[in-house]
């Protein structure tokens, strides 16, 4: 992501042209990737809630300007499973890992203050 924005500041390009950046870092990180990514670039910094695909998101600050690519989401992706902290560690969510069987692992997000 640093190095495709920072190529295309060589290229002439001002780095105010935020919309040209973020184009050059969406086709930088889906050619490496080879996955459709989405790519935003901003003057300040941002708080993004996003769907992406798998592991594939990265937010970094370069020059002054705050990036943020994210592998575009397939409709296939499974879901992200979200569990209160404390359901997870007194064993009230076994049964949803219980119930997953042999399917393929799926995400979960383990989230709250643990009491």
Known sequence: ???AFEMT???GVSECNVQK???AVQEATKAKFKKSFEAIVAH?????KINFAGDLNCKIEVDGKFILAYA???ANDKEVNIIDANSFFNGE???IFDA???DTKPTYIV???IR
């Open 100 to 102: 997953n069987g042999n």
């Open 21 to 23: 950046m973020a184009n």
């Open 44 to 48: 300040s910094d941002f708080v993004a």
């Open 1 to 3: 992501m640093e190095e």
């Open 9 to 11: 500041k060589s290229e």
């Open 93 to 95: 969510a076994d049964e």
């Open 111 to 113: 989230y709250g203050p």
């Open 72 to 74: 575009t989401p397939n």
